[in-house]
């Protein structure tokens, strides 16, 4: 025993003698600075009274003295005018009225320094200090290392050692802040709080070296004893300064990795750590330091991050972590139902002002929930994962229900919440054990069971919906509370839950398709409840929300009709439940139904067109599939257009573009199917289908003007992809036209007989369109028509301009367009159709009044003349080249009267 004290006592000499000698010479010439200040202060404030006592002498009386000394003694304080600042001013010109100083604005609020900023100036003043604890410390540490290597102490000693040093410390820190203070005493400052805090840290190392480095005592009495040097730490906070504070969680948060042990004792540390930090926020729950809190939930944080890379234990790091969310919310509030109002933490992101304890308990909150997401995405074992999972389960109940009464902590179970789905995802993704272990029973014996894996995922899943929905029923029906949060979380939970399940675990391979679709099934069944009971609630917003869980009921039945029925049955009962939506919301208005609707107008067109998709409805499908598929979406988005509400402008917009594209998708396929895979690939089967989607592409622009605002711009995406239809069919059409044309494709022919053939199956319907739209898109008033008439009635004219070029080539030289030519009679073939257009050009003008049609049967008329110097003058011979100038003659003489007698009439009006 001699040795160890003789051994305290050294070190108390060497360390702490020269460390008060280096403070008390750097604290006396503070003293001296500050004693300079105060006599100048001094001076300074007698200055000013005798100054305020001079301006009272010389101002008037404006009041009796009785009045004046009965009103000083009801006024404990004086005004604190602007007068002293002005009186020296008024002592010099004693001639110049006094005039009171004009109004300033106030000055901007100073922003104190920043806590990087306070610590640097506190470590400048105070270095020594740290110094003194660090020492303190690190002399703990060598006397239990000194005695190792010497062997001059049995283990029992050398922890005897270190507790006696420690409890020391503290003694001697308590000795000096009852007579001096911890802050009072100027050469004194701070002292008390560095040999404490010293001696709380080697109080805590000598339980861990007692436990972990020579295994004296258990798991159980070394946690009460660490247990037993918080609440000591605690109690020293809130008689001490921050400095304690600090220095005692500093120390102990590095203590155990100075100590060091066997990997199986240090598992004992995940509660250590989580103690560390509950004795930090406890001792700032009075002091209100602020600082000392976020310290308190760092340092603990970041030690068991590395503590899991040394020695990972799953059910330690997740109730430390629980523990420290915990504390992060209850202790600062002092309770364990907080009641804390304000800004949430969103609302701080947007510019708010949250108080301190909001963002503590989000930074809380966050830290846990990323240490369950790291459990599920880093676990070796499948136990791990689930025991990743089920924190954040706990940590969502506890976020949602044991802080219903803070409205402040109103948006903090979004943090679990989305952990819980996001490691649903990424843990199947990256091929983690639970996934693996339930993906093992695919090859499982036929009489062995599935694994439960999926069930109670999907439970959790169920169990995070009602919890939301617990919140819900707990806010008042008419106040001011975020109901539809809860109410969207509530629907959505479990949703998300099962499609994260569905996509990325695949549980029919496992399960079977019938078990898994009964699950989902009874998901559907818990969301139908749920709208039940949320519609009987009542209060503002009643119809919304319950939408929310009847749609999420709908899309949890259309998810297992997908697990069970056939492509097409899957489309048509997908369309049911797309008029279903509809024709609810008809006779009980719930917006979310609408969405809902929209959403299944979505799924139908990309299974039309993708998955199974139109290779599917012609090269697979048989008759009646193929029509069942395209005729049930088209009735349905004619019922959709019908029952939507006046004011679902959204949802009639979508049936309308749905049905027009629907339509298209299905003459489409019909055609193919009817051609057959070669005869798809001729000219007309390509005229024929670049019709259907033209007509498409002007049914969106005609329903143009009836859209409000908000919907030109969704009208005019689907007319522009339309478009691409269009244009697609288009160029291929003028493909398979210059195939006809090529002598080394002597087998492509046209079909048919003369006029009524493949070349007007090709062109005649797209022309018919194109005039069609030109006519009625380009009515006066209507948007875009001063482009649209003109530019479709030239797309018409140059649709019926080509057939009539080859319709004649092919009278003169039979189907087979390639061969050589042309001949006198096809020249002068060519020069009776121009002057017959130009002729029915003019007369259209003249029942139109179209000045522009006027100019374009003219310039065909000089198109004519052009064509007869240029080409049928060398082209022609004999009496053809004279019957083909006569005939331009008199024809060009008829057209020059006609168009004189059409100008008399538009001038008489």
Known sequence: MLIVFGGIYGLLVLVGLPALIIAYLGLRTENADLRTRLEQLVKEVEILVREVAALRQDAPQQTPPEQTERSAALSPEPDPGPAPLTAPVARHDEQASPVSAPPQAAPPEPQGPTLADRLAGWLRENWTLALAALSLILGGLFMVQYGVEQGLLTPPLRVLGALVLGAALIAGGEAIRRRHGDTAAPNLRHLPSTFSGAGTVVLFIAILSAHALYGLIGSVPALA???????????????????????????????????????????????????????????????????????????????????????????????????????????????????????????????????????????????????GLWLVLDALRPTEAAIGFALLLVLFAGAVLGLARAPAFEDLAILPGGAALLALGLHAAGDGPLYRAFRAGIDRMPESPAPTTVWWLAAGGAALSVIAFQRLRQAEPDGPNHRGFWALGAAVLLPATLLILEVFWAPAEVTGAYPWALAVMAGAALMVLLAERRSALGGEGRAFETGLFAASALILIGLALFLLLTKTALTLALSAMAVAAVAIDRRHPMRPLGWLAQLGAAVIGYRLVFDPGVDWAIDVAGPLDAALAHLGPLAAFAAMRVLARPDRGAVRALADSALVTTAAIAATVMLRRWAGPEGFETHWAMGLTATVWTLAVLAQIWRLPHDPGLLRPLRILFAALLSLSALTASILLLSDLAQLLD??????????????????LALWPLALVLAAGARWLGEPGRP??????????????????????LEIRRLWRGPELSLPGPSDGELYSYTLALLLASGLGLVAAVLMRSHMLRRLAMAGVGLTVAKVFLIDMSGLSGLVRVASFVGLGLALAGLAWLDRAVSRIWEKG
């Open 225 to 371: 004893g660490m247990a037993v040097v918080s609440v000591v730490a605690m109690l020293l906070g809130w008689l001490y300064g921050p400095v304690l504070s600090a220095i005692g969680l500093l120390g102990a948060t590095a203590a155990p990795f100075f100590v060091g042990g066997s990997s199986d004792k240090a598992v004992l540390l995940y509660p250590y750590f989580a103690m560390v930090g509950l004795a930090g926020l406890g001792i700032d729950t009075f002091r209100r330091w602020a600082w000392v809190s976020g310290l308190a939930l760092a340092l603990p944080a970041g030690a068991l991050g590395l503590l899991w890379f040394h020695a990972p234990d799953a059910r330690g790091l997740a109730l430390a972590a629980l523990a420290l969310a915990a504390g992060a919310v209850l202790i600062p509030a002092r309770s364990l139902r907080p009641g804390a109002d304000g800004p949430t933490v969103t609302e701080g992101l947007g510019g708010a002002r949250p108080a301190f304890p909001t963002w503590l308990g989000a930074a809380g909150l966050a830290l846990a929930s990323g240490a």
């Open 743 to 760: 002598p080394g494709l002597a087998s492509r022919r046209v079909a048919g007989p003369p006029v009524f053939d493949s070349l007007a």
């Open 784 to 805: 875009g028509a001063r482009l649209l008439r003109p530019g479709l009635a030239g797309l018409s004219a140059g649709a019926l301009g080509l057939w009539g070029w």
